[in-house]
């Protein structure tokens, strides 16, 4: 089956270095992507790569598989990975729901590293960051807490 799946595509098994190395950035749509990179930028640590500013470029429509769309897109460096805020203003992003939660399908949280989760966790609720729950020690040496950011998505932070 291995070898099969592998002749399918044209790779053959010397070529396993080709194949997908991991995750490299996660994306999210916001609603003011001013507010969210002063967000994740002030209170996460993340940088600014660069901003690509709205424009038609019809290759964005063709890849997402909206036809026409137009977005402010930002990529902000954490850590070795990278995050991408996308703010569409044609169409606009419907807000999250209000009943949404983590139990529901699809991407649920993003987790962000941190070596000392009660610490980050008290200057982020002076800074009025919302969490979810405090910090807890899910498992031996393991702490997390999830917390919102500006379009109630969902983030966690994490020591381990």
């Known amino acids: ?4 799946r592998h002749k399918i595509y044209g790779l ?16 999210l749509s916001v609603s003011d992507l001013d507010k969210s990179i002063e967000f994740y930028c002030k ?50 992003g419907e807000k999250i729901p209000v009943d949404h939660k983590q139990a529901d399908n699809g991407f649920i949280h993003a987790g962000f590293r941190s070596s000392d989760v009660r610490n980050d966790y008290l200057k982020l609720v002076n800074e009025g960051v919302i969490f979810i729950s405090e ?13 919102y950011g500006p379009d109630n998505e969902v983030c966690e932070l994490r020591e381990s």
């Open 135 to 147: 910090p807890v020690e899910f498992r031996k040496d393991v702490w997390i807490c999830y917390f």
């Open 1 to 4: 089956m291995y070898q099969t």
């Open 43 to 92: 209170n996460l640590h993340c940088e600014v790569i660069r901003i690509i500013e709205a424009n038609t470029n019809p290759l964005l429509g063709k890849v997402v598989g909206m036809p026409g769309c137009v977005a402010r897109i930002a990529h902000l460096k954490s850590g070795p990975n990278m995050l991408e805020l996308f703010e569409y203003t044609k169409p606009r």
């Open 12 to 27: 053959k098994l010397t070529d396993l270095n080709k194949m997908i190395e991991g995750i490299e950035h996660v994306a």
